[in-house]
């Protein structure tokens, strides 16, 4: 026989186990499965996004003053203001403000203007070891075509494609310069690669060693603090190239139709494996292929037989006639240009980098660093509110105020002119952005869906929670009866 309680005590009982479930089981549930969010700068990084980035570009302005009255290249500087803050402010998320100010000594900056009346051709601005020469005269007459003369001695129009292909992806494919860059990162890895597609019949002293010390580790550091940049060096052998030199005359050439076909079968071999790796390429040619040239789409027969892959690196096809060791200066004298070419530079031809290149380097990667930064914190942003159970940790929320103040401080010193220290603020702005939105546990909760969480608290309430709900059904039930028979 089941032991039968009075209907009193079974209400008691009832009421007590509502009691420990709602009064304690309920908030102890809370407050254990309660998701931590610590608090983000919401306000701060929506005005971000608001606000316009404002390079001021120095301009060195020299005149010689038995030439030319220094009241008269005064009122040339203001003459020329707003001619070039208006080219500077064509569309994009950046202010471009050439800020022209005289200077004692021209040359040694990255750019510097000279007004002469000591100008062979007026109408033409030239070129000069002091900067860009430009007629007094011209100024007269053309004043909207000097400051376009001083806009592309800048080389304002290539700064601004390459920022604006960050919003604007179509100008990879537009535009040369810009496809041929290397992406802007924090760090770069230049691997150093000889080819040697039949080490039997090509033997030679590949000097790697001696040669990347001589030439490359100059260069990088001539980048200064542009990234941080390291280099690796390694022989592949046996890579044969997918078409074959074609016999014209009394020399061979590849068609450049074929170039990229060249690289496939030696990216295999490399063992590169992040974005930020760039390839330096010597493959060393059979002499009987000596001596080779290149062939255009146009049907130029190109001498230098080398070639550059867009965001990969560069290739040197080189001839092994005669000789018994690479003469890495050739080699690099060819790829250092190229090199300038990946990290965004203009074709200059030039191995060094110029106090101008280094500017434009260094402004193109702050800028980078800038919108990238901004774009990763309001990505994580919507991120964080488009999923209410996230947790967001304390190291989560440094990084990101790191990231904020980061970006401001760079605003501000590019609007000082301190492009360096932008540059170092930007940087680290940029990693803080990275590292806080690549957080393992923001990823871990993309690939947790709510249909899991149910499966997790259904076993855990239904057992206890049904009962109840049964017993309260069966008190209201047994309520309703009652007041039936009172009626």
């Known amino acids: 026989m089941a032991l039968k309680f009075p209907e009193s005590v079974q209400k008691i009982n009832l009421l007590y186990y509502s009691i420990i479930v709602v009064v304690l089981g309920t908030p102890l549930w809370w407050y254990t499965t309660d998701t931590y969010r610590a608090a983000l700068p919401?306000?701060?990084?929506?005005?971000?996004?608001?606000?316009?980035?404002?390079?001021n570009i120095p301009v060195a302005v020299c005149f010689n003053p038995s030439d030319v009255q220094r009241s008269r290249v005064e009122q040339i500087i203001i003459s020329l203001k707003p001619f070039l803050l208006s080219r500077g402010s064509s569309g994009g998320r950046v202010i471009y403000d050439p800020v022209l100010s005289l200077a004692n000594n021209c040359g040694k900056q990255p750019f510097s203007v000279v007004f002469?009346?000591?100008?062979?051709?007026?109408?033409?601005?030239?070129?000069?070891?002091?900067?860009?020469?430009?007629?007094?005269?011209?100024?007269?007459?053309?004043?909207?075509?000097v400051a376009e003369d001083i806009v592309q001695y800048i080389e304002l129009p290539h700064l601004q494609n390459h920022i604006l292909a960050i919003d604007d992806p179509s100008l990879h494919s537009t535009l040369q310069d810009v496809r041929n860059a290397m992406a802007v990162a924090t760090s770069y890895n230049?691997?150093?690669?000889?080819?040697?597609?039949?080490?039997?019949?090509?033997?030679?002293?590949?000097?790697?060693?001696?040669?990347?010390?001589?030439?490359?580790?100059?260069?990088?550091?001539?980048?200064?603090?542009?990234?941080?940049?390291?280099?690796?060096?390694?022989?592949i052998r046996y890579v044969k190239l997918p078409h074959k030199p074609v016999k014209n005359g009394d020399f061979y050439y590849l068609s450049e139709s074929n170039l990229p076909h060249v690289i496939n079968p030696i990216e295999s071999k490399l063992g590169t494996s992040t974005t930020n790796d760039i390839n330096l390429i010597i493959y060393l040619m059979e002499e009987k292929y000596s001596p080779?040239?290149?062939?255009?789409?146009?049907?130029?027969?190109?001498?230098?037989?080398?070639?550059?892959?867009?965001?990969?690196g560069a290739v040197l096809l080189y001839d092994t006639s005669n000789k018994t060791s690479i003469d890495h200066s050739s080699t690099f004298s060819v790829l250092l240009p190229q090199l300038k070419q990946l990290?965004?530079?203009?074709?200059?031809?030039?191995?060094?980098?110029?106090?101008?290149?280094?500017?434009?380097?260094?402004?193109?990667?702050?800028?980078?660093?800038?919108?990238?930064?901004?774009?990763?914190?309001?990505?994580?942003?919507?991120?964080?509110?488009?999923?209410?159970?996230?947790?967001?940790g304390d190291h989560?929320?440094?990084?990101?105020?790191?990231?904020?103040?980061?970006?401001?401080?760079?605003?501000?010193?590019?609007?000082?002119?301190?492009?360096?220290?932008?540059l170092l603020q930007s940087s680290s702005a940029r990693n803080a952005a990275e590292k806080s939105f690549s957080d393992p546990s923001i990823l871990a909760l993309l690939y947790f869906p709510d249909d899991q969480k149910f499966a997790i608290y259904i076993p855990l309430f239904l057992p206890v929670g049904l009962p109840l709900i049964v017993a309260y059904l069966e008190i209201l039930k047994q309520w309703k009866k009652n007041k039936d028979k009172t009626d």
């Open 42 to 55: 919401h306000s701060q990084i929506t005005a971000l996004t608001e606000y316009k980035s404002v390079l």
């Open 116 to 145: 002469t009346n000591d100008v062979a051709r007026p109408s033409k601005a030239e070129i000069s070891s002091q900067g860009l020469k430009i007629s007094v005269e011209k100024v007269d007459r053309m004043i909207a075509e």
């Open 190 to 235: 230049i691997l150093v690669s000889v080819v040697n597609p039949d080490p039997a019949a090509i033997n030679l002293d590949y000097n790697l060693v001696e040669g990347t010390k001589l030439y490359l580790e100059p260069f990088i550091a001539e980048l200064g603090e542009l990234a941080e940049v390291t280099y690796q060096t390694q022989v």
């Open 292 to 312: 080779l040239h290149i062939k255009t789409i146009g049907g130029e027969m190109k001498r230098l037989p080398s070639f550059l892959s867009p965001q990969f």
């Open 343 to 392: 990290l965004g530079l203009k074709s200059s031809g030039s191995a060094g980098i110029t106090a101008k290149e280094k500017y434009l380097m260094e402004s193109r990667a702050t800028l980078t660093h800038i919108l990238r930064s901004t774009d990763t914190l309001n990505s994580l942003i919507r991120l964080v509110d488009s999923i209410p159970n996230m947790v967001i």
């Open 396 to 422: 989560i929320a440094e990084q990101v105020s790191s990231a904020v103040e980061g970006i401001n401080k760079a605003q501000s010193a590019l609007m000082e002119g301190k492009l360096s220290e932008a």
